[in-house]
């Protein structure tokens, strides 16, 4: 089938249908979409935003997720991705039903065996700066979210041993990573290689990573955890508007991003002494207070 047009758009995936079913929730008006190679989708909008949400829900490991996202980036031409859903905690102060918002993601198999040991090779991948600083802004007016911005680890592992090989090697090698799960590097990387788009992952935390994953999960924290992350998810597009709309364009200069004695107007920004001609966008909005 041809490209949808979903311009302003947002995709955000999903691993497991507790994380789909969560951000699935916050979706209206809701039309599933079939790309020619199979994948579904479902798109519609986020109430009071702009944003039109395309989700899907991909399945399990880094290798799937990053082949799946290229593909949905190349068909839908988002200009924002997100993963969303569930991790096991790497720090005893990041509790269950907390949000780890990942400032990097880490690809923690990358290395080299050597007879003295296995050298570790870190990969590591930046969040988009502007949904990191929305996500800042959004849970401080969020009662009930407690959110992390740190580090999070990707690995084709799922963490149920504290005491294991694994867990003492992501303590020597990631110390600083607040969560552990097994699709954010993969979606990055695929973001990051198609344009440079702003990408985010978000994990809301459903168990302490050790022998009491089974009990966690029995007791309800994955639906928990997954609503927090798509909760998150949600309050950063609500703060993030989309490029070139129209509520930007009406607000003029941010006071943070003008220094005073700047003016808009006309065909021209008169920028004290120097002047700039060409195109701009926006109402007249007079001269930024001294």
């Known amino acids: ?107 923690i198999h990358g290395g080299k065996q050597t007879p003295e040991g296995f050298l570790v090779r870190p990969k590591a991948l930046p969040g988009s700066h502007a949904l990191e600083q929305a996500a800042r802004s959004a849970v401080r007016d969020m009662p009930g979210v407690r959110a992390h911005f740190m580090p999070i680890a990707t690995g084709d592992v799922v963490l149920a041993d504290a005491e294991s090989e694994i867990a003492a090697f992501l303590r020597r090698s990631y110390n600083d990573a607040g969560a552990i799960e097994m699709e954010g590097s993969g979606a990055l990387r695929a973001a990051h290689l198609n344009g440079q788009l702003d990408a985010l992952v978000i994990r809301g935390i459903s168990d302490h990573a050790d022998a009491g994953k089974h009990r966690a999960d029995a007791s309800g924290s994955q639906e928990r955890a997954a609503q927090q992350a798509a909760r998150v998810a949600v309050a950063v597009l609500r703060k993030q508007r989309p490029r070139g709309s129209s509520s930007d364009s009406e607000e003029g200069p941010h006071p943070d991003r003008a220094g005073g004695g700047i003016t808009y107007g006309g065909d021209h920004i008169d920028l004290r002494g120097g002047t700039f001609h060409g195109p701009v966008t926006g109402k007249i909005v007079g001269r930024h207070p001294e």
């Open 1 to 107: 089938m041809s490209v949808p047009e979903t311009q302003p758009a947002v995709l955000v995936l999903t691993a497991l249908p507790v994380e789909y079913a969560a951000i699935r929730a916050h979706v209206e008006k809701r039309q599933e979409l079939v790309h020619p190679d199979g994948t579904r989708v479902e798109r519609g909008r986020l109430p009071d935003s702009a944003w039109h949400v395309a989700i899907a829900e991909l399945g399990m490991g880094a290798e799937r997720a990053a082949a799946l996202t290229t593909q949905l980036i190349n068909w839908l031409h988002p200009e924002a991705v997100f993963f969303i859903g569930v991790a096991g905690s790497l720090k005893d102060d990041v509790g269950i039903g907390d949000v780890v918002v990942g400032t990097q993601v880490y690809e």
